[in-house]
């Protein structure tokens, strides 16, 4: 796998990670979590169970909700990344737009989010996450995910996020009912915990915002000029050279 560097802009080294391992990472959470909460016994989260099954079921349900784009689009790109990280952002503001317009809403891509805060640089970060897949429950993820950078500085140094996200939630016309039971049972708190377990355990992921497309790993920011060519060649790859 080829990866570069957003930061340095370099084109690196050959690195042991594969596209699969992300895909393990967060296809495997829904088991995990249902084996960690305090609240399932293991006995009835395994996947041959109806708690199992139900569990599956949710888990699918919350990575539908935080993917862009068509599901049969024939690139993916797995997007890691860290709400309190400044770099984040500016990918959201500045790149994103152009990476939906010219290849998400042409069905040549299709991006999925992958938590991965860093509570030792971002305090906050885990509660940010945490409020975002609670919001997937009640089919707003997107709209909370742009809220949530767009007022990354206001929330980012709060001793207590919950009062400024409840704020952001109306705004994003929640269930407020739904939203406060989410953060009191913290049933969305073991996904985000275990997929940045997962995530961090691979080794090679140590930065904020992270790319893993098929062949290629992009670690940091970069413009959506250096993301044409990459995409652009991978989708000829895919789809037999074609690149329209």
Known sequence: MTALNGNKRNTGKL????????????ALTGWTVSRSSPNSPADESRPD????????AAQNRLM?????????APITIYEITDFGCPWCREFVRLTLPSIEREYIETGKAKLI??????PSLHPNSPAAHE???CAAQQDRFWPVHDLIYEHQADWATLEDT????TLLADSAGLDMDALNTCF????????VQQEAESVAQQGEISSTPTFIMETVMLAGYFPIEEWRPVLDSLFAEKTGGDRR
């Open 131 to 133: 409020f975002a897949m």
């Open 49 to 56: 169970t109806p708690a199992g099954r139900e569990t599956a």
């Open 15 to 26: 690195i042991v990670v594969a596209t699969a391992i992300i895909v393990a990472a967060v």
């Open 64 to 72: 539908s909700q935080r993917t862009k784009g068509d599901p049969e």
């Open 184 to 191: 009191d049972t913290g049933s969305v708190r073991w996904i």
């Open 162 to 165: 919950r009062d400024f996200f």
């Open 113 to 118: 989010f992958v938590n991965l805060p860093t």
